[in-house]
């Protein structure tokens, strides 16, 4: 499976921004995003199930970011919205074989990343 993600930017704050990931194969498995901002380590941010029925979010995004998905174009969407300069961080996403994690090592396959800049 390749990932091809996409849709990051410069937003201010309070702004919103939708990332798509794209992917080559298909598969029943879970999408999951995470991020990584300079210095630290990289987070969950959200997953979504295969069937779309199950998503899962970090506290620091519950409620202002939704997962979703459209299988009939292979792609996977994070809509971020009410953004802070807290979510600044190369965004990644990642395909999980036997469902919605939250860890890092759960997920097998990665896109290359999407910068997100948030200004204040």
């Known amino acids: 499976v390749q990932l091809q993600a996409s849709g990051g930017g410069l937003v201010q704050a309070g702004g919103s921004l939708r990332l798509s990931c794209a992917a080559s194969?298909?598969?029943?498995?879970?999408m999951g995003w995470f991020r990584q901002a300079p210095g630290k380590e990289r987070e969950f941010v959200a997953a979504?199930?295969?069937?779309?029925?199950?998503?899962l979010y970090s506290d620091s995004v519950k409620g202002r970011f939704t997962a979703s998905r459209d299988d009939t174009k292979n792609t996977k969407y994070l809509q971020m919205n009410n953004l802070i300069p807290e979510d600044t961080a190369v965004y990644y996403c990642?395909?999980?074989?036997?469902?919605?994690?939250?860890?890092?090592?759960?997920?097998?396959?990665w896109g290359q990343g999407t910068q997100v800049t948030v200004s204040s």
């Open positions: 979504i199930s295969w069937s779309g029925g199950s998503t």
């Open positions: 990642a395909v999980a074989p036997r469902g919605v994690g939250v860890y890092v090592w759960q997920y097998e396959y």
């Open positions: 194969g298909r598969g029943t498995y879970a």
